[in-house]
């Protein structure tokens, strides 16, 4: 029987010009955040290319690195989540672009099947 896995949506998020922010939303949680440029990253280190903040207060909720896809070659974001508000695991998820919109992009967790 062949795996079947969907996408699903946590929130939209806008560029910005350190990053992006949006709305991260999902079963009990909806929150502002923002997704910040590392300033602090050194090349050649496995540090995150973008920090995510939470909330008005900005608190720290993951991290992000620029991938490349093997298929089209084309550079994305791989996000990690958790926070207690989360819950108990890791939440995995890529940035995606909306089509026809150049600014806006999806937030999409790939859950296992």
Not at 20 to 29: C, D, R, V, W, Y
Not at 57 to 62: F, K
Not at 84 to 110: M, Q
């Amino acid at each position: 029987m062949e795996k079947m896995t969907m996408a699903n949506a946590l929130g939209y998020i806008t560029e910005t010009d350190t990053g992006f922010e949006g709305t991260l939303s999902m079963l009990s949680l909806s929150t502002p955040i923002r997704i910040v440029a590392n300033g602090l990253k050194q090349d050649g280190t496995d540090q995150p290319d973008y920090r995510v903040l939470a909330g008005g207060q900005g608190a720290p909720i993951g991290a992000g690195w620029v991938r490349t896809a093997k298929s089209s070659g084309r550079e994305y974001v791989s996000l990690t989540l958790a926070s207690p508000e989360i819950g108990p695991r890791k939440v995995y998820a890529n940035i995606a672009p909306v089509k026809n919109d150049e600014t806006r992009h999806v937030i999409l967790w790939n859950p296992a099947g």
